[in-house]
């Protein structure tokens, strides 16, 4: 089973995109093995830090360099990606020459109470992460509506139509997870 690092852009208990990832993870059943990072854990990226390399920062790229692929899932604020989010990719591609973004396969998804489901977040993460070498996939693209009652209690997808989809989805990160290794061995 691929192993997935999961990076949640998010600090909030209850966050709608922590649930979002949940329901993905539970769609992957068999799959692909979820693994969650807290990004809370980190301090805030300052480059007088990286000589004495903080004990999480160090969690993290291990985490990186562990995983098969990672999915970033990214809530939107101001038309961006979170701090917290931010924080984290700045702390993996660091120290400079030791990017731990550089050809991992990497899928973003994102989510909002808003009809645009993140996309404006996306945009700017797969901008950043284009830039730092990771192995995006394309497609499909998910912005995810995050209705009431869209995802219940037991982090089920309740429309099937969007259950369908995101099932499509990570069908195709799975297989994207799978190409990327068969590349780094080849």
């Known amino acids: 089973m691929k192993k997935i690092l999961v990076l949640v852009g998010s600090n909030r208990k209850e966050s709608i995109n922590h649930k979002f990832a949940q329901a993905l993870e539970k769609l992957a059943d068999g799959r692909l093995a979820f693994e969650y990072f807290d990004l809370t854990t980190l301090p805030m990226y300052n480059d007088d830090d990286v000589g004495a390399y903080p004990a999480a920062a160090q969690q993290l790229k291990d985490s990186v360099a562990a995983a098969d692929g990672v999915l970033l899932v990214t809530p939107e604020h101001n038309r961006s990606i979170p701090a917290v989010l931010k ?100």
Not at 126 to 140: E, F, K, N, Q
Not at 167 to 186: C, E, L
Request: aromatic fraction near 8%.
């Open 87 to 186: 924080n984290a990719i700045d702390w993996g591609s660091r120290p400079w020459g030791q990017n731990s973004w550089t050809g991992k396969a990497t899928a973003i998804v994102g989510s909002s109470p808003g009809a645009m489901g993140a996309i404006a977040a996306q945009i700017h993460l797969r901008s950043i992460m284009v830039s730092l070498g990771a192995t995006l996939l394309t497609s499909p693209e998910v912005y995810l509506q995050m209705k009431p009652g869209l995802i219940d209690q037991n982090n089920d997808i309740t429309n099937e139509e969007t259950k369908a989809f995101l099932t499509g989805f990570i069908d195709k990160f799975s297989a994207w997870v799978g190409s990327a290794q068969d590349r780094v061995a080849a």
